[in-house]
């Protein structure tokens, strides 16, 4: 994936409307990256991608873990299919190789938001993280 501009767009999908007031709220003041928007329904998510056409979308998989992969694969299959970073309430390594197998990326657990997404984001953008100065 190459990106003209500075900015990586992150869009969520969450039914519950305090984690995706909080998590649009983390996403929102991350350096480098762009709230796209936030959708409540998977109707409003596929109608997200396809007008925001983010980078990224942070999927909730849901109380179903069925309906939620099959989200992912609707996601996937969509002209603009952004990257997906798939959410559960608990990372599980049977939720993760799931929701990989459906077409995610990763999976993130929501109790382990902001740690997830620090080792997820570096992964899928690289040279977002290779320019940043290092730590001593």
Request: negative net charge; charged residues 20%.
């Amino acid at each position: 994936m190459t990106k003209n501009s500075a900015l990586w767009r992150i869009a969520i999908a969450d039914d519950s409307p305090a984690f995706l007031a909080a998590a649009a709220n983390y996403v929102a003041d991350l350096p480098g990256y762009l709230l796209a928007g936030t959708a409540a329904s998977t109707v409003d998510a596929l109608l997200l991608v396809e007008t925001v056409a983010p980078d990224v979308l942070l999927l909730d998989l849901g109380q179903s873990p069925a309906r939620g992969l099959d989200m992912v694969r609707r996601v996937k299959a969509s002209r603009l299919a952004p990257l997906v970073i798939a959410l559960a309430l608990f990372r599980t390594d049977e939720a993760a190789i799931q929701a990989k197998i459906a077409g995610a990326e990763a999976l993130i657990g929501k109790e382990a938001f902001v740690s997830g997404l620090a080792e997820v984001l570096p992964r899928l953008f690289p040279a977002a993280f290779a320019a940043a100065p290092q730590a001593a």
